[in-house]
């Protein structure tokens, strides 16, 4: 079986309104299994919008603490398989050993990244604190969200897609990637962040979805100081968050969000 590697593909439906029926072609978001690989050995199968698979791999290697650095994978290679796609990588000896430790053999959902764990240690598993003096405007925070949904083709054509976005310290939108798992969409920009050299100390990143554990997991292995989330905190990404110095700012909508940790990196130019 052929999987495209587009971010939706388009079906035959029927559609109702009142007592009219008719026939139609919809738009809905691809999802297909993505089975990583490292050196040979399967490690994670996810669930995901099959595009980007480059910048997936990347970030979601660093996220889960199998790469330092975007040069850690020294090869890529995106294969069809019967039911899906196979993310071949190889990375040096010293990495895989990593991988060997904390081997997961996980099947990841569009909503989970923690399924197969093994114990709480992994589960809370975090790197050094956020180490910045970066201050972001309240206004940079407005003009990003106010800006986000020109940035999200595939949100506009099914409505089933989050987006992560990485955001300068202007509130310009630097990057955005979209998938139907929120922790994928953030892996994925992580991963195009790297392969463009950007800098995370150098603005913020933002999300379309709710903010978990894993997410704040996964901005502080990127680097990012400030986190920033149009849904709601869970209290572990609280916790977490506080503990990591990261700022976390959430419930963002038009010209409001609160900030729930580390409120000094937040400024407003006004004062």
């Known amino acids: 079986m052929i999987h495209p590697r587009t971010g939706h593909v388009t079906v035959k439906a029927s559609s109702r309104e009142a007592q009219l029926e008719q026939e139609i072609e919809k738009a809905i978001a691809s999802e297909v299994p ?37 040069e850690d994978i020294e090869s890529i ?34 909503s989970c990244s923690l399924c197969g764990i093994e114990n709480l240690e992994e589960a809370l598993c ?4 956020i180490e910045s003096t970066v201050n972001i405007s309240a206004d940079a925070i407005y003009k990003a969200y106010d800006d986000l949904m020109q940035h999200q083709p595939e949100k506009k054509i099914t409505g ?25 969409a953030l892996d994925k920009l992580i991963g195009a962040s790297l392969a463009a050299g950007i800098s995370p100390q150098n603005g913020f990143v933002l999300l379309t979805s709710r903010c978990s554990s ?17 849904s709601a905190p869970t209290s572990l990404a609280v916790t977490l968050a506080d503990a990591a110095n990261l700022t976390l700012v959430a419930l963002l909508r038009e010209k409001r969000f609160i900030t729930f940790t580390h409120t000094d990196r937040i400024t407003d130019p006004r004062l």
């Open 126 to 129: 975090m790197p050094p604190a």
């Open 214 to 230: 894993e997410m704040v997991q996964k901005a502080v292995f990127f680097g990012a100081p400030i986190l920033a989330a149009i």
């Open 34 to 70: 993505v089975a990583f690989i490292y050196n040979d050995v399967s490690h994670a199968v996810m669930m995901c919008t099959p595009q980007d698979l480059e910048d997936f791999a990347r970030g979601f290697s660093l996220s889960e603490g199998i790469i330092n650095k975007a």
């Open 77 to 110: 290679d995106i294969r069809e398989a019967e039911n899906g796609l196979l993310l071949t990588m190889k990375i040096p000896e010293e990495n895989f050993m990593g991988v060997l430790r904390r081997k997961r053999n996980l099947t990841g959902s569009t």
């Open 160 to 184: 089933a897609v989050h987006a992560a976005a990485f955001v300068d310290v202007d509130g310009n939108i630097m990057l955005v990637r979209e998938d139907v798992g929120r922790h994928n």
